[in-house]
Nanobody, 123 residues
Framework: QLQLVESGGGLVQPGGSLRLSCAAS????????IGWFRQAPGKEREGVSC????????DYAESVKGRFTVSRDNAKNTVYLQMNSLKPEDTAVYFC????????????????WGQGTQVTVSS
């Protein structure tokens, strides 16, 4: 059974860092692109970042460029989102999602989603 599990969320002060993990089970990530999305209270879900199947291509939302870094470890079947210089506006539930090979900004093009992990940036 294809499953994604996010972890690593929590409460952090502005300017702090967190590293989110997206662990896959039931399939290998070798041929998969992983997208990171987030949804803040009262707002629509938005794309944050994506990494393609080979890891050579990554995308970032303008709001996180220079602060967030996506990476993957296919041996561990896990994708990471390193978040630095966090801001209160980064507060949201973060989701990872999988699709075949290439990144997409369209949520409907992802085949499976994790349950999400809460990130709260507050002093």
């Amino acid at each position: 059974q294809l499953q994604l599990v996010e972890s690593g969320g929590g409460l952090v002060q502005p300017g702090g860092s967190l590293r989110l993990s997206c662990a896959a089970s039931g399939f290998t990530l070798d041929n998969s692109a992983i997208g990171w999305f987030r949804q803040a209270p009262g707002k629509e879900r938005e794309g944050v970042s994506c990494i393609n199947n080979l890891g050579g291509s990554t995308d970032y939302a303008e709001s996180v460029k220079g602060r967030f870094t996506v990476s993957r470890d296919n041996a561990k079947n896990t994708v990471y989102l390193q978040m630095n210089s966090l801001k209160p506006e980064d507060t949201a539930v973060y989701f990872c999602a999988v699709r075949y090979r290439y990144c997409s900004s369209l949520e409907d093009e992802y085949d499976s989603w994790g349950q999400g992990t809460q990130v709260t940036v507050s002093s």
